[in-house]
């Protein structure tokens, strides 16, 4: 059996701080962090996210830290082929599947609520168990609750989000590799833009380098150029072609074995003007200072403040955000939230992406985000990209 990728000894220790017996991975993301089954949507295969309320797959871990799958007996390919969890539990399946007898599962359950109450209760009395109420569905916690007499069933959704904050080795190389296809994606997409170009061939050479480096897909790909896209927040690439002078955000999420980097870049085609180059230095030094600070023992919302107050004193009096970066790995957005009102402290494991955006109607979107580690001593950023405005 392979080794998880996670540490199993936190996650015991999690449960045992809360008096858990038992911890259910219900929400497709953290059945994806527990086991490496790719169910979430930023894994290889998708099909079991779009089907989790028909064909809904669990991961439960008892105190021992054991840990068994439940699922419908379609997906035990794909477990045997990604997942490091060896005991399987199925449900019926409806999906038609001819396989040697050595392979063929028993069902627990006809249905996937009773197989995941059979599971649970297998090796002895629970009486407290925890699960990811935030993440499931409604039917799913309420069904759960009512099929396990005799157990208190309490959301243990604060839980998985903190045990996903700090990495362990292999997600951190996950991550650092997610970084480094994103960064020739990026550079490929700088080399390309040029006046007359548009935005949807370079989003076009950005998805195929990601997939080509070895990315299993992206979570956002903004390319949003000149001063009516470029300010949207929301814009995706269009048919409209660069002309001298714009001002290019990107701002891109790529996967690689289901964790995120999110970089994002700001370029300027043939020229930029005076008062380009002026938003753009800020942010790039404001930029820094998160970076510098982002050490153990800081809190978010200090950075937060650290950033806001240099932006309004040399560049804009009422500028305002809420965030200037947050935690990345399963998620694009995971804990802790670089904000006013989150006094996560930083600490070694973390990673992260930080961010200044500013947008302005009529002139264009900018950003400098970068993605970095927190160490015992100090932050390492990770990624590789220049960090001046680029003019292409």
């Known amino acids: 059996m392979a080794r998880p990728k996670i540490s199993m000894d936190r996650v015991v220790a999690a449960m045992e701080r809360d008096g858990l017996d038992a911890l259910v991975a219900a929400g497709p993301e953290n059945v994806f962090y527990l086991s490496d089954l790719p169910v979430s949507p930023v894994s290889s295969n998708r099909l079991l996210?779009?089907?989790?309320?028909?064909?809904?797959?669990?991961?439960?871990?008892t105190r021992n830290g054991d840990a068994k799958l439940v699922m419908t007996s379609a997906a035990v390919d794909l477990a045997r082929a990604n997942s490091w969890v060896s005991e399987f539990r199925t449900y019926k399946t409806g999906t038609?599947?001819?396989?040697p007898k050595a392979l063929v599962s028993?069902?627990?359950?006809?249905?996937?609520?009773?197989?995941?109450?059979?599971?649970?209760?297998?090796?002895?009395?629970?009486?407290?168990?925890?699960?990811?109420?935030?993440?499931?569905?409604?039917?799913?916690?309420?069904?759960?609750?009512?099929?396990?007499?005799?157990?208190?069933?309490?959301?243990?959704?604060?839980?998985f989000e903190l045990l996903r904050m700090i990495k362990s080795k292999e997600e951190i190389a996950r991550f650092v590799k997610a970084n480094d296809i994103v960064c020739r994606a990026i550079n490929k997409v700088i080399g390309e833009a040029r006046v007359g170009t548009r935005e949807?061939?370079?989003?076009?050479?950005?998805?195929?380098?990601?997939?080509?480096?070895?990315?299993?897909?992206?979570q956002q790909t903004t390319i949003a150029s000149g001063p009516e896209?470029?300010?949207?927040?929301?814009?995706?690439?269009?048919?409209?072609?660069?002309?001298?002078?714009d001002i290019i955000r990107l701002d891109?999420?790529?996967?690689?074995?289901?964790?995120?980097?999110?970089?994002?870049?700001?370029?300027?085609?043939?020229?930029?003007?005076?008062?380009a180059r002026k938003i753009y230095r800020v942010l790039r030094d404001a930029e820094q200072i998160l970076v510098d600070?982002?050490?153990?023992?800081?809190?978010?919302?200090?950075?937060?403040?650290?950033?806001?107050?240099?932006?309004?004193?040399?560049?804009?009096?009422?500028?305002?955000?809420?965030?200037?970066?947050?935690?990345?790995?399963?998620?694009?957005?995971?804990?802790?939230?670089?904000?006013?009102?989150?006094?996560?402290?930083?600490?070694?494991?973390?990673?992260?992406?930080?961010?200044?955006?500013?947008?302005?109607?009529?002139?264009?979107?900018?950003?400098?985000?970068?993605?970095?580690?927190?160490?015992?001593?100090?932050v390492k950023l990770v990624s590789d990209l220049p960090r001046e405005l680029i003019i292409v």
């Open 96 to 99: 038609y599947i001819v396989r």
């Open 293 to 378: 600070e982002c050490k153990p023992g800081v809190k978010a919302s200090h950075l937060h403040g650290l950033v806001v107050k240099y932006v309004k004193k040399h560049l804009d009096s009422g500028y305002e955000r809420g965030n200037v970066g947050h935690g990345v790995g399963v998620d694009l957005y995971d804990r802790p939230f670089i904000s006013a009102n989150d006094d996560t402290e930083m600490q070694a494991g973390m990673t992260l992406s930080l961010e200044v955006p500013y947008h302005k109607v009529a002139l264009g979107g900018f950003n400098v985000e970068d993605s970095v580690l927190v160490r015992e001593n100090d």
């Open 229 to 245: 896209n470029g300010p949207d927040i929301y814009a995706q690439p269009t048919s409209r072609k660069l002309t001298k002078g």
């Open 252 to 275: 891109i999420g790529g996967v690689y074995k289901g964790y995120t980097a999110d970089l994002s870049r700001t370029l300027a085609v043939g020229e930029a003007s005076a008062e």
């Open 49 to 61: 996210f779009v089907v989790r309320s028909s064909s809904p797959s669990f991961c439960v871990v």
């Open 200 to 218: 949807d061939e370079l989003h076009n050479i950005l998805k195929s380098s990601i997939l080509n480096d070895g990315g299993t897909l992206w």
């Open 106 to 159: 028993k069902d627990v359950a006809a249905d996937p609520l009773q197989a995941l109450v059979k599971t649970v209760q297998e090796d002895r009395k629970i009486g407290k168990v925890g699960i990811d109420s935030k993440m499931a569905s409604a039917s799913i916690v309420d069904g759960f609750r009512s099929l396990l007499r005799g157990s208190k069933v309490v959301d243990s959704s604060i839980l």
